[in-house]
């Protein structure tokens, strides 16, 4: 090196050697940054052969505010996590009601309506409802989309009738009912799981079918080397 107007010229890359052993990382993070050119410079061994250190910057009032406001914003958005669960919407097993008649049905006619419930205390969607007398189906329903369901007997049953309800899963239900007197019932079911329901893995296999030899025309089982050898 020789003596140079910026302290000392390299003469081999003919350029000034800046003096780095006094910088810090950040002294020198910076001047790189800004300087993306080859340059000749003096370091110490400690500073060679290692990855720069950069300080870390504390969060400023203003940058821990705005974090503040984003995480109220977020929070303020999400539904309510322990949201109470709703309540059932009958907790009887059978409820039988007459209902004021306001309808335009006759003095011998009969409606008879309610909702249906499974063993969870949901709308049970799809329950069939069917009412018999002297053990002979007289009329029946399914429930629809929300568990309601409504019958409708343009001449009312004489004496007592039964009316079932019936859903997969859950045990059926029967009710007795005197109908003399009353136009309108309200009648509502909350069915009880049944214990007899099957659970598990389903396991489909294919079979190869049998022959029926009382018709051999019409069932004809080939091998793969009966095809291969068939004329076209």
């Known amino acids: 090196m020789t003596p140079d107007t910026q302290g000392r010229l390299c003469v081999h890359c003919q350029k000034s050697v800046i003096d780095f052993t006094a910088w810090n990382d950040a002294d020198l993070h910076a001047f790189f940054l800004k300087n993306n050119h080859s340059v000749c410079g003096r370091f110490l061994s400690r500073q060679l052969d290692r990855n720069i250190q950069l300080p870390v910057q504390k969060p400023t009032n203003l940058y821990r505010i705005a974090i503040a406001l984003g995480l109220s914003l977020m929070f303020s958005q999400l539904p309510e996590m322990h949201a109470r ?3 059932p919407l009958m907790e009887q097993n059978m409820f039988v009601q007459e209902v004021p008649q306001n309808d335009t049905t006759g003095s011998d006619s009969l409606v008879i309506r309610g909702i249906v419930l499974d063993a969870t205390k949901q709308p049970a969607i799809g329950a069939i409802i069917n009412v018999q007398q002297n053990d002979i189906s007289i009329g029946g329903q399914f429930t629809d989309i929300d568990g309601n369901y409504t019958i409708i007997f343009h001449n009312k049953p004489k004496g ?5 309800a019936q859903y997969a899963g859950c045990h059926r239900t029967t ?12 009648l509502n079911f909350s069915l009880e799981k049944s214990s007899n329901v099957l659970t598990g893995e389903v396991i ?10 009382a018709r051999p025309g019409t069932n004809s089982i080939f091998s793969r080397e009966q095809i291969n050898h068939t004329a076209y």
């Open 85 to 87: 669960p709703k309540p």
């Open 160 to 164: 007592k009738f039964t009316v079932t």
């Open 175 to 186: 009710i007795t009912i005197d109908s003399l007197n009353q136009n309108n019932i309200l």
């Open 204 to 213: 489909m296999k294919y079979v190869r079918p049998v022959a029926d030899p």
